[in-house]
């Protein structure tokens, strides 16, 4: 497709319970970023994969949080045992290179709710 | 590290006046900075960024926005604001002195513009 997709758009989930969010990054685009927003807040930044770079998971709240980037495109975001303060949009973006200069396309995120 | 700062919540403007949504930033390089918005149940949108150059970059929907080094602001204008415009917007930066630097996100400024 021509922009980044998200997918589930919504997810309700038991606490304690595993959830795995997608993200497709548009073709050829070589960094991809995860944020977090939680109810009309600002983005909070999860995660970064620049190229073929070690990530940058700096922004992971907890080791309950992981994600992957299997071959260079689609990306996973992997919540294990799921708490009701995870409950947020999550965001995926990409951009065309890693370097500074280019800005980034997000998807239309994930509605994520812990019940 | 860097970070970007947006002082006002909430800015309210009368249709066809003049707006400004304020921004500024730390960085330790020189900064690359970007303008979003976010309509409502709408994922973001890129508007305008400054690498380099003018210091007045233009950008999409009749935005505007300046860059003043010795301030660190990257306030966002529009000279005649339409109730259309109405959403939350973001500034954002990343610091030059790193290739590989991530995109940080500021809390957001709604923007209400009344008929």
């Known amino acids: 497709g021509a922009g980044v997709s998200q997918s589930p758009s919504n997810k309700v989930t038991e606490k304690g319970k595993d959830v795995e969010l997608r993200c497709d990054p548009i073709s050829g685009h070589t960094a991809l970023y995860w944020y977090r927003q939680s109810l009309g807040q600002g983005l909070e930044f999860l995660i970064y994969f620049q190229g073929n770079s070690a990530p940058d998971k700096s922004g992971l709240p907890s080791d309950r949080f992981s994600a992957e980037r299997t071959g260079g495109s689609v990306s996973t975001l992997t919540i294990q045992r799921t708490q009701q303060e995870d409950s947020a949009v999550y965001l995926c973006?990409?951009?065309?290179?890693?370097?500074?200069?280019?800005?980034?396309?997000f998807g239309q995120g994930t509605r994520l709710t812990v019940v | 590290a860097q970070s970007v700062a947006q002082p006002e919540d909430q800015v309210n403007v009368a249709e066809g006046n003049p707006l400004t949504v304020k921004c500024t930033y730390s960085?330790?390089?020189?900064?690359?900075l970007f303008w979003y918005v976010q309509y409502p149940n709408r994922g973001l949108q890129f508007l305008l960024k400054?690498?380099?150059?003018?210091?007045l970059v233009k950008g999409s929907y009749g935005f505007e926005a300046e860059f003043n080094k010795s301030q660190t602001s990257f306030h966002l204008k529009k000279p005649s604001a339409l109730v259309s415009d109405s959403a939350l917007y973001f500034c954002?930066?990343?610091?030059?002195?790193?290739?590989?630097?991530?995109?940080?996100f500021g809390s957001g400024t709604r923007l209400s513009i009344r008929p």
């Open positions: 973006a990409s951009s065309l290179r890693w370097t500074g200069n280019t800005e980034a396309f």
């Open positions: 954002a930066v990343r610091d030059g002195a790193s290739s590989a630097s991530k995109i940080i």
């Open positions: 960085v330790s390089g020189n900064p690359y």
């Open positions: 400054y690498i380099t150059g003018d210091n």
